[in-house]
């Protein structure tokens, strides 16, 4: 049987498409924070560092590649001036004291008690700057730690491992305990730095490590996420293969803000994905061992709508499996006055409605929301465990025009933030990237649209701060 020879057309076609994928998964945009090595930067398999001490001191060297690998290369002048990699330019975190992408400690004479404060993916200890000091003016010594792979470049995500930042936390905990003479020790983690808090916690309880912590404080805790971060895995892979090293990236995005990354690592959503399912797992085995004593004590603040993890997972894969009666669960509302158009999704509070259906809670629910359909003032509406009956306080706060609901990212940030809050310092001077109204046609920004509506600070932090300082507080 004569074989048909394939048309020079569809061959030419086929290169044609084979060619522009190939061009589209290469190196094309990204740029030297997304190619930097960090031979300095820690790992779990950094057998000469032993000491928090010398986790502080490759700080410094990886912060000295940094500026080598990355600042070197990066242009400066007009064109620059909110480019974080620019060397002085508004972005770049080095100009400002201290630079938050560093770990810090603040220090106290006579510490009532230890907090170390675990930042999230992408994110540096500027994150956990504001609860810290507030901590800290309450007498506790307070330690933000830089987790391993961030407060650098995007780069440092490509192979970051969980145990990297578990070995780390560790490292922290234990340096911590010493300079407080062995007394309490209290967690507070931000949504990754939630799960690592959840995870040591577990090892300590289980004898592995110590301290155990006296309690736990998770904002925003990432404890289930999307089951498409699964995949994740083979799109890294993938971009491991000569010119295919797009695939490394899940996003690519301008990087202008001085603490956090914009650019996402495929890695990182591989590593949310196996941290989370790791923990998740760790805590079911427990609660069926030592049902008494999951956990510490656990204080949760959640908003109930949140684009970066799963709501239900706080609830199934955290507090309903916890010993009754120790924990609570502070849940931010969305704006029940500003929800009665069309243009919502439907059941926007999905896990507020949840709750209010599941009452009797093995946990305190601390209800944060509106007075009324008709009113954008708050409310605290508090269920302790077990009960039914709810307890209503009015916060002498309201939900700002415009502003429905809370997000993954707005939990830890005070409205008179520098860089993110409800206004730019009095000042005027610097970068802010808080919360602005920027109409006018698509594609004109180099910030994408949605970058800009998503709130990037706390209408009702002080609920959050003094809850938190009551939590930490000798019992």
Request: aromatic share 6%; hydrophobic share 45%; with cysteine.
């Amino acid at each position: 049987m004569k074989r048909r020879r394939p048309c020079p057309i569809a061959v030419r076609c086929l290169l044609c498409a084979l060619s522009l994928l190939l061009q589209a998964c290469g190196e094309s945009g990204t740029e030297p924070w997304h190619r930097a090595e960090f031979a300095a930067e820690f790992t779990a398999d950094s057998t000469d560092v032993e000491s928090f001490e010398a986790y502080r001191s490759l700080e410094d060297d990886v912060f000295a590649e940094l500026t080598e690998e990355v600042y070197a290369k990066v242009d400066t002048g007009p064109g620059f001036e909110f480019a974080r990699f620019s060397a002085g330019s508004a972005a770049d975190p080095r100009s400002r004291a201290p630079d938050w992408n560093r770990s810090f400690e603040l220090a106290s004479s006579a510490p009532a008690s230890g907090v170390l404060l675990l930042h999230g993916l992408t994110d540096s200890p500027y994150s956990l700057r504001a609860i810290g000091q507030a901590l800290h003016a309450a007498g506790h010594q307070v330690l933000g730690l830089r987790l391993p792979g961030h407060g650098t470049a995007p780069s440092a995500l490509l192979d970051l491992r969980p145990e990297d930042m578990a070995a780390a936390v560790r490292l922290a905990a234990s340096y911590l305990s010493s300079q407080v003479g062995g007394g309490p020790l209290h967690i507070v983690g931000y949504s990754t730095g939630a799960t690592l808090a959840v995870d040591y916690a577990l090892d300590a309880l289980g004898g592995k490590i110590s301290p155990v912590p006296t309690s736990l404080v998770l904002i925003s805790p990432a404890v289930g996420v999307s089951p498409a971060a699964a995949l994740a895995v083979w799109k890294r892979r993938a971009g491991r293969v000569p010119g295919l090293g797009r695939l490394a990236w899940l996003q690519i995005q301008p990087e202008f803000d001085p603490y956090k990354y914009n650019s996402f690592a495929t890695n990182g959503a591989d590593l949310v994905h196996r941290l989370t399912r790791r923990v998740a797992n760790r805590v079911a085995v427990r609660a069926k061992s030592n049902p008494d004593e999951v956990l510490p004590p656990t204080l949760v603040f959640k908003s109930t709508v949140d684009a970066t993890v799963s709501t239900d997972a706080v609830v199934d894969q955290l507090l309903g499996r916890l010993a009754p009666s120790r924990h609570q669960l502070v849940l931010f509302d969305i704006n029940r006055e500003a929800v009665t158009s069309d243009l919502l999704v439907a059941d926007p509070g999905h896990l507020t409605v949840r709750l209010l259906e599941e009452m009797p809670l093995p946990f305190g629910l601390a209800l944060v929301t509106n007075e009324s359909s008709r009113s954008r003032a708050v409310v605290l509406r508090r269920t302790p465990a077990l009960g039914v009956e709810a307890t209503s306080t009015p916060l002498g706060l309201a939900w700002p025009r415009g502003v429905i609901s809370l997000s993954h990212v707005a939990l830890p940030f005070p409205p008179d933030d520098p860089l993110y809050g409800a206004e730019p310092p009095a000042t005027g001077e610097g970068l802010f990237l808080g919360q602005m109204a920027v109409k006018g046609e698509r594609g004109l920004l180099r910030i994408p649209a949605d970058w800009l509506m998503r709130l990037r600070h706390n209408p009702f932090y002080e609920l959050l701060e003094q809850r938190t300082l009551e939590w930490v507080a000798p019992r």
